[in-house]
Structures are given as C-alpha cells and as structure tokens.
C-alpha cells in the first residue's frame, strides 16, 4: 500500500511539474528561446549527415579561388569554405555532433563521480569524509583548464581522454553541492525511519536520498553542458584536443583567426556558433534554477 502511494504521488508530481515548465516557458520568452535552441542543437547533432548539404572532410576544388583563397558564402557554400576548400557550414553541423558529445558525455560521467563521492562522503562523514573531501580539495586546488592540458599531456589527444580529463577535472563542483545537502538529508524523519527498519546505506542513499538530489543534478548537468562544451573547444583550439581531422569549433577558431582579415566567415561563423550554444545551455540551466526551486516546490515527504 506503501509503495502504491508513492508511485501516486510520484505521478502527481511529475503532471505538477510539466504543468509549471510548460507555464514557466510560456512567461519566459528567453528561457523558451534557450530551450529550443538547445532541443535544436541535439536533433542536429543527431541527424548530422541530413542536415550537412556538402562532406565535410572533402576538399571541394571549387571552394577555392584561383589564388588559392577560400571561397566567401554564397550559392555554393552558404557560409564560405575553409583554407582546404572545405565546406564550413558542413563542418559546424558535425563540430555540433563533437562538442556536444564530449559534452554531454563528460559532463554525466563528472556527475556520476561527483554524485556518488558527495554522497558517500555526506551520508558517512568521519574519516570517509575527510579523506574525500581533502582530495576534492586537491582537485579543487588546479586551475581547471590548466589541469586538463596537463593531463592530456600526459594522456595523449583523443576524443575519449578529452571526456575523461574533463569529467576527472569537473566533478568536484557538485561533490561539495551533493555532500551539504546530503548533510542535511540524512537527519531527515524519512531517512531516520529507513535506519530504524534495517536498510543498508546502498538501500538508503539510493532508494531516499539520491531522488531529492535529482533536482540539483539536472541543474548541474545542464550548466555543465556549457562549460564542457567550452573546455573541449579551448583544448582544441590549442591543439591538443579532439583530433583532426574531425571537426571542432575550436580547431575551427583556431584556423579561422590566421585569416581574419582575408576571410572572417572562418572565425566568425564556429565562434558565434559556440556563443549561442553555451549562452542556451547556461540560460536554461537558470531557467531550471528557478523550476526547481524548492521554495516555491515546497518539501516533500
């Protein structure tokens, strides 16, 4: 009877929240503008090789000019081509597809890290505690950017280290977030009661302390999003990121800035690109701060 209840309430709550999205979208234009142009990104990113009209690692022989320069938009190549003839809307179309995989992945993998080490470290304190805590102090300690050059140093560029030195570097933010509110959580009534009956702190932590911390999670996965998106563009505008010759809006300004003057569509067109996509990511990461505001939620249970 228990268990039935609460699948109810879970119900209810989840109506009650579609409900105050979609109300909160339809009042909040900006917000309502971030979300599409994030759901956008993703069916782009997805659906890559539709929406490209040209390869984007072919070298078109008529993306240069007889001098050798790149091609300005037109007819052929709606935002111009690169230095290698290459079509540049096609490569922001898959640079879409790489950013926001290392992204999205980096980010859930930090968020699984810093979820479980928050947690643990909350719900157990002592010298569990202490010991996590004073390596998230370690972490915490490295400029987070120069952190990861030095990793990929040592680790080498390729996609999946990019992810791996990003989530290793990212997690620390949300174990400190995770790790207060679970402070506070584990002298909960509920939380009590479950000690009391005999369940494990696996059973505890997972069945009724991680879903009040879902909220948060989602919050910090979608501003995390942004920042990801922006270290694996600063990576590879150094060099050391993804690898070519697969397409990465910071490869892309990095390339683009040696023909500012010549051709600024090579510069302008993955930096204004990478600027909406961060500013939607960021602006819905807001908009969901304010949705799942618990006071105006109010406390369950």
């Not at 890559?48 to 052929?76: R, V």
């Not at 080498?156 to 949300?174: C, D, M, Q, R």
Request: with cysteine; aromatic share 10%; hydrophobic share 50%.
């Amino acid at each position: 009877m228990h268990d039935q209840f609460e699948e109810v309430e879970s119900s209810l709550d989840s109506v009650s929240l579609r409900s105050r999205a979609w109300s909160s979208l339809k009042a909040d234009k900006i917000a309502f503008a971030s979300v599409v142009i994030v759901l956008l990104l993703i069916f782009i990113a997805i659906f890559a090789p539709w929406f490209a009209p040209k390869k984007p690692l072919y070298q078109y022989p008529d993306g240069l000019s007889e001098i050798g320069a790149p091609q300005g938009p037109g007819k052929h190549f709606l935002l111009g081509a690169d230095q290698n003839g290459r079509d540049v809307l096609s490569r922001l179309i898959f640079g879409a597809r790489v950013s926001l995989t290392v992204g999205v992945v980096a980010t859930a993998l930090a968020s699984f890290i810093g979820v479980t080490i928050g947690a643990i470290s909350g719900y157990l304190g002592g010298w569990v505690e202490s010991i996590l805590m004073r390596l998230t102090d370690i972490v915490l300690s490295f400029p987070i950017l120069l952190f990861c050059i030095a990793l990929i140093a040592v680790t080498g560029p390729s996609t999946k280290n990019v992810v791996l030195v990003i989530a290793f570097a990212y997690w620390t933010y949300l174990a400190r977030i995770i790790r207060s509110q679970v402070l506070s959580l584990k002298e909960r009534e509920f939380v009590i009661a479950a000690r009391s009956l005999g369940l494990t702190t696996p059973q505890i932590i997972r069945r009724h302390i991680i879903p009040h911390l879902i909220p948060t999670i989602i919050v910090y996965s979608t501003l995390g999003v942004a920042t990801s998106i922006l270290i694996e563009a600063s990576l590879s505008f150094l060099g050391i990121g993804v690898p070519l010759p697969q397409p990465s809006w910071g490869e892309m300004i990095s390339e683009g800035q040696k023909y500012f003057q010549s051709a600024p569509w090579l510069l302008v067109a993955p930096g204004v690109t990478m600027i909406i996509a961060v500013l939607a990511f960021n602006l819905m990461g807001d908009w969901l701060t304010d949705l799942f505001d618990t006071s105006s939620m109010g406390v369950k249970r």
